[in-house]
Nanobody, 135 residues
Framework: QVPPVESGGGSVQAGGSLRLSCTVAGYTFCMGWFRQAPGKEREGVAMLDNKGNTRYATSVKGRFTISKDNATKSLDLHMSNLQPEDSAMYYC????????????????????????????????WGQGTQVTVSS
């Protein structure tokens, strides 16, 4: 299986914007963006499932928007009003397979779950793209 491929990271000043993009081959049930800063646990940022449901981390609500370009099959994360605490490696992840439930983006113990109660983890991960926000 071909893993997701991310692009669009970079360095910006606080208050600036960036757009991350990810391409995923094949059918996916959930697609999400996660991030990990040095010395911190990986955390979920945003999710979009194949029914159009979205979820966002509280820390990014109102600033980040997740969307899918059906023409290019690209999963985009539009980030605005970036702050230094948004600096991290950003990863695109997908779940191939799923069920009749709304996807989640919780992470615990080094794993990130599309459905925590079922133990269903995101099973396709990209290499990551770095976002650095300076004050």
């Amino acid at each position: 299986q071909v893993p997701p491929v991310e692009s669009g990271g970079g360095s910006v000043q606080a208050g600036g914007s960036l757009r991350l993009s990810c391409t995923v081959a094949g059918y996916t049930f959930c697609m999400g963006w996660f991030r990990q800063a040095p010395g911190k646990e990986r955390e979920g940022v945003a999710m979009l499932d194949n029914k159009g449901n979205t979820r966002y981390a509280t820390s990014v609500k109102g600033r980040f928007t997740i969307s899918k370009d059906n023409a290019t099959k690209s999963l985009d994360l539009h980030m605005s009003n970036l702050q230094p605490e948004d600096s991290a490696m950003y990863y695109c992840a997908a779940l191939v397979g799923g069920g009749n439930w709304v996807c989640e983006i919780g992470c615990a113990g080094g794993h990130c779950y599309a459905n925590f109660a079922l133990g269903t983890q995101y099973n396709r991960w990209g290499q990551g793209t770095q976002v650095t926000v300076s004050s």
